[in-house]
């Protein structure tokens, strides 16, 4: 009779009069078929009121009293693990999350939920901070099969994740997912330094060459990014190049006035007898036995962004012999990209495929493949 009146009350949209009969109503639900009935009128109510919290509640009853038909405990399972989430009770939400799990309810938005409770709980435990990753990612795939569009926020929610726990293999794949999901200059830049952190014995030479990348498609994004191209550009003898990448961080406001002046001050007393000296020096290139000068030379036009005259250098590089074949074919293969040329880029940097270089090949692919070759570079 209680629960009776109760439903009626509902039935008539008296919300505050079926609040107060459930109350009543509730001491008097002994079994569980009786408990089972009272959640699920006061499932009614919650949708009537259009209260959550109640919506909860009233699930979570049902769910207790294993009653619940197997056509809806993943849903109520569900929207139990959600509303426990929000509530950042996490040891319930990861309870009923795993429930809806265990009957296959559809993957795409239980995953999402119990990844991030396990997060929730995990505090700086990276077992669990991985174990949530795993789980976020088979959503991930199940919504992806399902056709479904997948937020590029996720994947950003993943390299945070990974950052915050240094796990270095997610991070990894992680960085690589939110680039493929978006190819940005600043998603680039995680890759690329993901890349840096995976190959420490990179030489000075190689990682001028990643810089590069992360300086034309737009990752450099911090004090420190700008100034470690410029290093590695002076390390190089490359004086335009130096000068390009503090102008551009200057103008950016991310570097100061002062910023990198010693690099920059060396870069412009310098600038104007180098590049008075390429002539010659372009000249000797075609007489050498090796193709040695021709690659230095080569070098200093790509740095002053004179690509016509470097890439037949870095061609008669590879011609004549004796030098790095695949630095040269990395250079070669940047050139061609910054001078629009993506057909011949790919082509060169194709052949570069073992050790650091093969990686660093493979990312200015990929770049071309997403981006084009705009030659952003000066």
Do not use: C, H
Not at 106 to 132: C, F, H, T
Not at 251 to 272: E, P
């Amino acid at each position: 009779p209680a629960i009776s009146k109760a439903n009626d009350l509902i039935a008539k949209k008296d919300v505050e009069g079926a609040k107060a009969a459930m109350a009543a109503a509730l001491p008097l639900a002994a079994t569980n078929d009786d408990k089972y009935q009272y959640y699920a009128i006061l499932l009614n109510l919650s949708i009537a009121s259009n209260d959550a919290a109640m919506q909860g509640q009233a699930l979570r009853g049902m769910l207790d009293t294993g009653l619940v038909p197997a056509s809806q405990l993943g849903q109520f399972s569900t929207v139990v693990a959600n509303n426990a989430l929000a509530a950042k009770d996490y040891d319930a939400a990861i309870a009923y999350a795993e429930k809806a799990k265990a009957v296959g309810y559809k993957p795409d938005q239980v995953s999402p939920i119990l990844a991030q409770a396990i997060w929730g709980k995990a505090g700086n435990n990276k077992a669990e901070i991985g174990r949530g990753l795993d789980i976020f990612k088979q959503g991930i795939d199940a919504a992806r099969a399902a056709g479904q569009q997948v937020p590029a926020q996720w994947y950003q929610v993943g390299v945070s994740k990974a950052a915050a726990a240094d796990l270095q293999p997610q991070l990894r794949e992680w960085a690589g997912l939110a680039y493929d999901a978006a190819p940005s200059g600043e998603n680039l830049r995680t890759v690329l330094r993901v890349f840096q952190r995976d190959n420490l014995a990179m030489t000075n030479r190689e990682n001028l060459d990643l810089m590069r990348l992360m300086y034309v498609s737009g990752g450099l994004a911090l004090r420190p990014d700008f100034l470690e191209y410029a290093e590695m550009a002076s390390k190089g003898g490359l004086y335009g190049e130096v000068k390009s990448v503090i102008d551009a961080g200057r103008a950016k406001g991310v570097l100061g006035s002062t910023d990198g002046s010693d690099l920059y001050g060396l870069a412009t007393q310098r600038m104007a007898a180098d590049k008075a000296s390429l002539a010659s020096a372009a000249a000797d290139a075609s007489k050498s036995p090796n193709g040695k000068v021709a690659s230095a030379t080569a070098d200093a036009y790509m740095g002053y962004g004179d690509y016509a005259k470097a890439i037949p250098l870095f061609e008669a590089a590879l011609q004549k012999g004796g030098i790095d074949a695949p630095e040269v074919n990395t250079r070669l293969g940047i050139a061609k990209a910054l001078s629009g040329d993506t057909a011949g880029a790919k082509a060169a940097l194709s052949k570069v495929t073992d050790g650091t270089r093969g990686g660093i090949a493979k990312y200015w692919i990929k770049w071309l493949d997403s981006k084009g070759a705009a030659p952003t570079a000066s």
